[in-house]
């Protein structure tokens, strides 16, 4: 399985601010996912990172407010744009490889607060 | 549809004791089958899988049996550690798409109390 990390691990940030997430995985992978956990829920995929192209995002979710990119095969930042307390939750990287195509392994998260 | 039910929780056991978690699922096709678990303030770890009908997952004394006639995929252990308290989520990939399409269900959080 790939090893996967996340920073921040935790910021509190202000209304109406901008904060951007990178997930960086220890070797090259095929698909890169961001998922948003909110308080005491499942996970919600936000969007499949693409590499060279833009990421293709579910329905609820848009670019303007979720702007992705992926530069490369190790490397992805989700920003989480014009904050509000609504957007406090647990933001979640994962990744699927080659060798495993039907898993995802997840990072440890960016936990987010938003006053 | 894909969509995967769980166990509502909190489960609350007492250390030594057994554990079921279960989870039932709806598919075309035939997914392959997760739980995944999440210790307070990580992310998420892959506990054990299973691909295929009858197949038995496993990993740190916990298993969990691809049913098909059942649709379940549900979770056990014999005897519960403090150190298992976690949330624990099912998930299964789609059989058309495999990892690019994984649905969770809701989590059910399990407190071990010694």
């Known amino acids: 399985s790939a090893v996967i990390s996340q920073k921040p691990s935790r910021d509190i940030c202000q209304r109406g601010t901008s904060l951007t997430i990178q997930c960086q995985v220890d070797?090259?992978?095929?698909?890169m996912f961001w998922y948003r956990q909110q308080p005491g829920q499942s996970l919600t995929l936000i969007a499949t990172a693409n590499q060279g192209s833009e990421a293709t995002y579910e329905s609820g979710f848009v670019i303007d407010k979720f702007p992705i990119s992926r530069p490369n095969l190790t490397f992805s930042t989700l920003t989480v744009s014009n904050m509000s307390p609504e957007d406090s939750s647990i933001y979640l990287c994962?990744?699927?490889?080659?060798?495993?195509?039907?898993?995802?392994?997840f990072g440890p998260g960016t936990r987010l607060t938003v006053l | 549809g894909n969509s995967v039910t769980q166990m509502e929780g909190p489960v609350t056991l007492s250390e030594e004791a057994f554990l079921t978690i279960n989870c039932t699922y709806t598919a075309t096709g035939y997914p392959s089958l997760f739980w995944y678990v999440q210790y307070p303030g990580e992310g998420l770890q892959l506990l054990l899988k299973?691909?295929?009908?009858?197949d038995k997952g496993s990993n740190k004394g916990f298993e969990a049996t691809y049913r098909k006639e059942t649709t379940s995929f549900h979770l056990e252990k014999g005897s519960v550690q403090v150190s298992d308290s976690a949330v624990y989520f099912c998930a299964l990939s789609d059989p058309r798409t495999g990892a690019n399409n994984l649905f969770f269900g809701t989590g059910t959080r399990l407190t071990v109390i010694p």
């Open positions: 994962s990744v699927g490889t080659s060798a495993s195509t039907d898993t995802q392994y």
């Open positions: 070797s090259q992978v095929t698909m």
């Open positions: 299973a691909t295929k009908a009858d």
